[in-house]
């Protein structure tokens, strides 16, 4: 996992979701442990396409539900 | 007010306006120069994270409902614990437009950026009942929660039908006002190209050589308690909402009705409402947007209603620009206000009152007054009256 780009995911989702940086772990589950609904995770990911100039369809985010599985997502497609 | 005979009351109210947040701030700015040189009059600096729990809360809010949730946070505080059920009270809202900003800028992402780009709180942002929503939620008032939009007499028309849900036994208690920031570049441009804004960028009601009105924004929510149970709980109350009413012109979409007949008829439907004659009445809050139709057209309205002369008559629009849903809650405010401090702001930049105004217009410095029934009117755009009566309570 490459530290650089977790810290960018990190600064996207304090900045989106208004959370401490220290929550955001790869355990970190949006709905429990970030209290981001929904709406705010479609948000949150329009926010990573932007910063990391990739397009994840929504079929992709089915069962996505903690911050680990979201960011090995988008760490695979800016390979 | 009529219904089933229960009399209704103001026990706390709060103000966002440009030249004031905070009621005493506002007042501060009803006494103070009039708007010049300006298309628009918006609040300087505002910063809504004191009133939300996150910047995400914040950010997720078209600063329309920041507004409306931050004049709500003033009211409540004032009113203090309402100790009635939540299916009991309610939550009637104005606004003319709603969360305009938010859609136009996400006009602007979804041509720039493209279709995927476009927020999915554009929708619960902009919508027009997201002010009441928000409050309705906030506060947890289950009983009704419906939003009036009815142009600029949308929050005049909101404390009227607040105040009836009261009066007619409905709820024990509800939140009503207006809220508005719409000033968009858009809607400026609209407003300036069907000429209703002022070209020389000063808003001076009733004035000889008024010629439109200043976009202003803001918003005052006030909470309306039925009489008995505010005095029950040892609520402090402010004024009595004594009467409103609402009518209609159905003349022209934007022009009032030749003479202001439906203006007229609609303040002797509030003054029947509140069981009072022209000659009780002390002050009037007028509509007053500066532009030569809607002054003329109130004037008109009540000379023809009060005669000559006139019971002293003030417009806040000078110094408020309009607010267009809002300005019949900053207007209620500004009543109240004149009540605690006796006193009458004058009309803003008005120094010769218009040739074809025969009304007493309080102009140039305060008047000192002894508080008694104030109507306050509001016309919207549709040919939409409203006018409410707030009496002080003795």
């Known amino acids: ?79 | 007010m009529q219904g089933t005979g229960h009399r209704v009351v103001v026990t706390g109210y709060g103000v966002v306006a440009p030249c004031g947040i905070g009621k005493q701030a506002f007042w501060k700015g009803l006494l103070g120069p009039g708007i010049v040189g300006a298309k628009t009059v918006e609040v300087a600096d505002w910063d809504p994270l004191p009133y939300f729990a996150n910047p995400k809360e914040a950010r997720r809010s078209d600063r329309v409902e920041q507004f409306a949730l931050a004049a709500a946070h003033e009211a409540m505080t004032q009113a203090g614990s309402l100790p009635y059920s939540a299916a009991r009270m309610g939550c009637i809202f104005g606004t003319g437009i709603g969360g305009l900003r938010t859609l136009e800028e996400q006009v602007i992402t979804r041509v720039e950026k493209g279709e995927r780009r476009v927020s999915p709180f554009l929708v619960p942002m902009m919508m027009s009942n997201a002010c009441g929503a928000a409050i309705s939620m906030r506060y947890h008032l289950q009983g009704p929660a419906e939003t009036i939009c009815t142009a600029c007499a949308a929050a005049t028309h909101a404390i009227g039908n607040a105040a009836r849900l009261i009066a007619w036994g409905r709820c024990d208690a509800v939140v009503t006002g207006g809220a508005e920031s719409a000033a968009t570049i858009t809607a400026v441009a609209g407003f300036a190209n069907m000429t209703a804004l002022s070209s020389t960028g000063c808003s001076k009601p009733f004035d000889e050589t008024r010629d439109g009105f200043v976009f202003g924004e803001g918003a005052a929510v006030f909470v309306l308690e039925r009489w008995d149970l505010a005095q029950a709980r040892g609520a402090n109350i402010l004024a009595e909402v004594a009467g409103a009413a609402s009518n209609a012109d159905a003349h022209h979409i934007t022009a009032p009705a030749p003479g202001g007949t439906g203006a007229s008829a609609c303040m002797q439907l509030a003054l029947d409402d509140a069981g009072l004659t022209p000659a009780d009445i002390k002050q009037i809050n007028a509509h007053g947007t500066s532009t030569p139709l809607n002054d003329q057209a109130e004037a008109q309205a009540v000379t023809s209603l009060f005669g000559v002369p006139t019971p002293p008559v003030t417009s806040i629009k000078g110094v408020t620009g309009h607010p267009l849903g809002a300005a019949g809650a900053l207007e209620a405010a500004a009543v109240l206000l004149s009540f605690e401090h006796r006193l009458i702001p004058p009309t803003a930049n008005t120094t010769t009152v218009g040739s074809d105004i025969h009304c007493d217009v309080v102009m140039g410095a305060p008047r000192e007054w002894t508080p008694g029934p104030t109507i306050s009117n509001n016309f919207g755009f549709g040919g939409h009256n409203g006018s409410v009566i707030l009496s002080p309570v003795s």
């Open chain 1, 1 to 79: 996992m490459s530290q650089e780009l977790f810290d960018r995911f990190t600064k996207t989702a304090v900045s989106l979701l208004s959370v401490d940086a220290g929550k955001v772990t790869r355990e970190a589950r949006f709905k429990e442990d970030l209290e981001a609904d929904s709406l705010d995770l479609v948000e949150f990911v329009m926010a990573l396409e932007e910063e990391f100039g990739v397009e994840v369809p929504e079929k992709e985010l089915e069962g996505i539900t903690t911050v680990g599985q979201a960011f090995d997502l988008i760490a695979a497609k800016t390979k």
